[in-house]
Nanobody, 119 residues
Framework: QVRLVESGGGLVQAGGSLRLSCAVS????????MGWYRQAPGKQREPVAV???????NYDDSVKGRFTISRDNFKNMVYLQMNSLKPEDTAVYYC?????????????WGQGTQVTVSS
């Protein structure tokens, strides 16, 4: 079982920055990928940024050049640095983990953290 706890959300003006943090309850050895997703009101949850185990990253086109996903292997933390925020970035942001464990692929979600960007 992997537990994910997000923090760092809040209210920010357009053009501002926030850094989201995700505390992961286990080391990254058995985790294939970590990601950040978001869900705006009335919309489906969508991927924002993903980092696979080798360290390569992928970003949604809407956040490329503004958001950066990173991790700290010693602290078992994953971060999402969000710069130049726009009102359309307003959503609940979720941390996600894909794990390969005992022959199974498992997927975990955090509880989410609200990000609100005012214009």
């Amino acid at each position: 079982q992997v537990r994910l706890v997000e923090s760092g959300g809040g209210l920010v003006q357009a053009g501002g920055s926030l850094r989201l943090s995700c505390a992961v309850s286990i080391s990254f050895h058995s985790i294939n990928a970590m990601g950040w997703y978001r869900q705006a009101p009335g919309k489906q949850r969508e991927p924002v940024a993903v980092m696979i185990s080798g360290g390569s990253t992928n970003y949604d086109d809407s956040v490329k050049g503004r958001f950066t996903i990173s991790r700290d292997n010693f602290k078992n933390m994953v971060y999402l640095q969000m710069n130049s925020l726009k009102p359309e970035d307003t959503a609940v942001y979720y941390c996600n983990a894909d794990q390969y464990y005992s022959g199974e692929y498992l997927n975990y979600w955090g509880q989410g953290t609200q990000v609100t960007v005012s214009s």
